[in-house]
């Protein structure tokens, strides 16, 4: 059957976010009518060619639980990745829960680096200059906006 296991064992309220340039968290929680001996486990892939590799950090809870993923070294070579969790269990059969990201969407930007202001009395005008953060995505210098917020103090 195309959605084998029990309806609401597989889980919910999955997001993942990227964030420090290249480390990713991804969450989530049980289904609500899973066994309380499910265990979870998740696979992604950043591209279709991409081979499907497994979380290798999860993240546990008290009973130890697969309750979400910690990843290092994510780079956004392709706007799509495809997210997958299954779920075994001794009880019954598990739904998988499936899901395509765009990854740039998911992305925390860091702050703008080497900030400088130079103000110039006489002219009674100020120069501010600032670098764009580093991020995770290659397609560099594309999209970014800034907005100088300028209080007196």
Not at 21 to 30: G, K
Not at 71 to 93: C, D, E, L
Not at 132 to 140: A, G, M, T, Y
Request: one cysteine or more; proline letters at 3%.
């Amino acid at each position: 059957a195309v959605f084998a296991g029990i309806k609401g064992s597989a889980i919910e309220n999955f997001s993942c976010v990227i964030y420090d340039v290249s480390l990713m968290n991804c969450t989530w929680q049980a289904g609500r009518n899973a066994p309380g001996d499910t265990q979870y486990f998740l696979y992604w892939k950043n591209s279709r060619d991409d081979y499907e590799t497994e979380c290798e950090l999860y993240i546990k809870d008290e009973n130890g639980r697969h309750m979400g993923c910690r990843f290092q070294n994510v780079m956004i070579k392709y706007k799509t990745a495809y997210f997958m969790v299954n779920g075994s269990s001794n009880v019954s059969q598990i739904r998988f829960y499936d899901k395509y990201i765009e990854l740039y969407t998911i992305e925390k930007l860091m702050p703008p680096s080497n900030v400088t202001v130079y103000c110039d009395k006489k002219q009674n005008d100020c120069i501010i200059q600032w670098q764009r953060p580093q991020i995770s995505h290659l397609d560099k210098d594309r999209c970014f906006k800034y907005e100088v917020k300028i209080t007196y103090k």
